[in-house]
């Protein structure tokens, strides 16, 4: 398989990294083999794939642009379609409408969620609509002066943009109907203060949604239903021990739907919860050293076998394999050594 990574490259970010690296991840002995470094980029951060895994879109932390790329999926080369200003500052997060037609970005700085037409081939458009965010921040005048919307994700039915928004402890709610975004009837739904909604995934098979948060270093259960969210449970990814600062980073689910896993920077961990097959409610399993500093990201692979964690003040991607039986992470012992790694997604070859 390919693997692609970004990272932030600018002083103002404490960057080290390059640019965009692709590897060639060899299938007997998992060993990374760079093939192309893709130089000239700021702050390359998460990437967006669409279904054919032919076309990539990336954010840019901290500038105004996305980024869209074309995926040769014989070879693993990456080629630069065209950069488009996301009318916003600090562009954090996209996803693709169902269609495939329209991305919908989170610019964290200046607190609005973007639509950006895509053309037939691939190629970014001007934005057509900007949705500023409407709320009042929370208490921690650092870190939430403002709305900064974290995170972009839709719902399993292609109808609805779930946005967490760390600056306003609210996550917005949307439809998205002919590439607009129009406010569900509820609208958003507050956390406690203080908390940072930051990022969220869905359920594979279940209608709940897990939202983690930042500052207080929780998960919020919401069970989903057509559009709307209801609080059903809020667990601390702390319950091993540590009491020094951390703030919670990424979350994903396995795709069997058994297990949660959140990223705490701080810690530098990756905590896994067990999920209840019915209810979707967690349960504190264990916590388990990612064996670097401030895990920004992680990500599973393509087939769930391994976690791999960016860990990005060390500089280096460090890889688990996953206990198909449990859902335990164990160390391989293998680290990938690149500067500030944030985002990590897979391409297998065509």
């Not at 919401?222 to 980073?249: C, K, M, P, Y």
């Amino acid at each position: 398989m390919f693997a692609y990574v970004g990272g932030y490259t600018t002083p103002d970010r404490n960057g080290r990294g390059d640019g965009i690296r692709a590897y060639r991840v060899d299938p007997v002995d998992g060993a990374w083999s760079l093939i192309q470094t893709i130089g000239g980029l700021e702050n390359p951060a998460l990437f967006t794939l669409t279904r054919d895994s032919k076309r990539m879109y990336c954010v840019h932390g901290g500038r105004n642009l996305m980024s869209a790329f074309a995926v040769d999926t014989a070879t693993g080369m990456l080629t630069l379609l065209n950069q488009m200003d996301c009318q916003g500052n600090n562009p954090v997060d996209s996803a693709l409408d169902p269609t495939e037609q329209f991305l919908v970005i989170a610019n964290y700085g200046s607190g609005a969620v973007a639509v950006m037409p895509i053309g037939e081939d691939g190629h970014l458009l001007p934005v057509s609509q900007s949705v500023q965010l409407e709320g009042t921040p929370g208490p921690n005048p650092k870190e939430q002066s403002s709305s900064h919307p974290h995170a972009v994700i839709f719902d399993p039915t292609g109808q609805f943009v779930i946005v967490p928004d760390k600056g306003f402890d609210r996550t917005y709610l949307f439809r998205f109907q002919d590439g607009n975004l129009r406010p569900t009837e509820q609208g958003s739904i507050a956390s406690a203060p203080g908390a940072a909604p930051r990022h969220t995934t869905f359920h594979p098979s279940l209608p709940v949604l897990y939202v983690n948060n930042e500052l207080d270093s929780t998960v919020t259960v919401f069970d989903w239903v057509a559009g709307r969210a209801a609080e059903v449970q809020v667990i601390s990814t702390l319950q091993s021990g540590h009491t020094g600062h951390n703030t919670t980073a990424e979350i994903v689910v396995s795709p069997c739907g058994r297990y949660l896993y959140v990223s705490n920077r701080g810690q530098d961990s990756i905590v896994r919860f067990v999920i209840a097959p019915v209810s979707g409610r967690l349960t504190y399993a264990v916590t388990v050293p990612t064996g670097g500093k401030r895990p920004r990201f992680f990500t599973l692979g393509p087939d769930a076998r391994q976690l791999y964690a960016a860990n990005q003040d060390s500089d280096e991607i460090t890889i688990f394999d996953i206990a198909q039986d449990s859902g335990d992470l164990v160390p391989t012992g293998v680290r990938v050594s690149v500067g500030s790694p944030s985002a990590i997604s897979f391409v297998t070859p065509s």
